[in-house]
Structure formats: C-alpha cells, structure tokens
C-alpha cells in the first residue's frame, strides 16, 4: 500500500484517476491508496479461496466476488465515502449489487497481505471494518503461512476466532460449514 496520491480528491477525480490507471486504487474520504500489483503466491492463494468459497456457496443466497471489485461501504452510522477493493468478498445482502460495485457491507471480507500493505490491512482495514459492521474478516499472511479470523461480537468489536500458521482448518462462523486446510491453501 503505498502513501496517499494526494491530500485530497473529491470522488469525480478518483473516478477520473481510475480512468487512466490498471492499479488498484481505493479511495477513504478525499484520499486515495494505491494497492500493490499481487505477487504469484498471492494471485494463487486468491485463486484457491475464490473457488472454494465459490463452490461452497453454489445454490446459496450468498456470493462471492474477487478483486478487482468495489466495495463502497455503507451504513447508516456512519458517514463518509469510502471505496475499498477487498481480495475477496461475500456478499448475502444482494440488494447493494450495483452494475459495477456493492454498495452496503459485505458479510465476509478476505484480505490477503503484500509486504507493502500489511499495516493497512492489518490496523486500517480491521478497524474500518468493523466500524461499518463486516461480520466476519480474514486476513490471510502469505509470508508467514498465517491466517487470522475475526467476528464481530454483541458489542460490535472484532474478537479473534482463530489464528493458524502454516496447518489447521480455518473455519468460517458467519458461513456456516465452509472450512479450507491450511496446507492446500499455501501450497
């Protein structure tokens, strides 16, 4: 995640950035971030969930989509546009479902760390996920083979379900029976 492109930009510049780029850009409030262009081990693990969880939710009343896809999230607590563009997200709520972006909270948001990114997704992301109510936030270390799970609690904060390095099964709460084994995730 590299430093914000400028101070401020309203949301029709970002959209004009965009416009000119193929990087992922996300934009929180006025200011813009620039995603890292995702490593192979990345772009693998990314490939392994997205069919697993693709799969697991066929015939279901939730999808899944993959990066590149925006996400502007949306609550009525909160204020203020921000438009993020997780690894992975599923969504149950499909009445957000936009021709080309969600607008509401995803139920499950995935997050796959680059070394340039990990304080964004792992301080950042977290927070501002669960200020909009995400219920359920992997983040997924392909550096150190880890994967962490968080879901919100009755008072709305993030409490760490799990936490597996390089095996186990990391197991959903809020999709119920969906599981993935660390060894096939990170080989």
């Given at each position: 995640m590299s430093f914000p492109e400028q101070d401020f930009v309203s949301?029709?510049?970002?959209y004009k950035m965009r416009e000119n780029t193929e990087r992922i850009l996300e934009y929180i409030d006025g200011i813009v971030?620039?995603?890292p262009s995702p490593s192979t081990k990345h772009q693998r693990i990314s490939g392994r969930l997205h069919a697993k969880l693709?799969?697991?939710?066929?015939?279901k009343?939730?999808?899944v989509f993959h990066a590149p896809f925006d996400i502007e999230l949306k609550n009525d607590k909160m204020e203020g546009t921000k438009i993020v563009v997780p690894d992975l997200s599923v969504i149950c709520d499909k009445s957000g479902l936009m021709e080309n972006k969600f607008v509401g909270v995803p139920t499950l948001i995935i997050e796959i760390l680059s070394p340039s990114n990990q304080s964004h997704d792992l301080v950042f992301k977290l927070n501002?996920?669960?200020?909009?109510?995400?219920n359920e936030y992997w983040i997924v270390n392909p550096m150190l083979n880890i994967v962490q799970i968080y879901s919100l609690n009755d008072e709305g904060q993030y409490q760490q379900l799990d936490a597996l390095k390089e095996k186990g099964i990391?197991?959903?709460?809020?999709?119920k029976g969906f599981q993935i084994n660390?060894?096939?995730l990170f080989k």
């Amino acid at each position: 995640m590299s430093f914000p492109e400028q101070d401020f930009v309203s949301l029709e510049e970002f959209y004009k950035m965009r416009e000119n780029t193929e990087r992922i850009l996300e934009y929180i409030d006025g200011i813009v971030f620039m995603s890292p262009s995702p490593s192979t081990k990345h772009q693998r693990i990314s490939g392994r969930l997205h069919a697993k969880l693709f799969n697991f939710l066929e015939g279901k009343d939730c999808e899944v989509f993959h990066a590149p896809f925006d996400i502007e999230l949306k609550n009525d607590k909160m204020e203020g546009t921000k438009i993020v563009v997780p690894d992975l997200s599923v969504i149950c709520d499909k009445s957000g479902l936009m021709e080309n972006k969600f607008v509401g909270v995803p139920t499950l948001i995935i997050e796959i760390l680059s070394p340039s990114n990990q304080s964004h997704d792992l301080v950042f992301k977290l927070n501002l996920y669960m200020q909009y109510g995400v219920n359920e936030y992997w983040i997924v270390n392909p550096m150190l083979n880890i994967v962490q799970i968080y879901s919100l609690n009755d008072e709305g904060q993030y409490q760490q379900l799990d936490a597996l390095k390089e095996k186990g099964i990391a197991r959903s709460e809020v999709l119920k029976g969906f599981q993935i084994n660390l060894e096939d995730l990170f080989k």
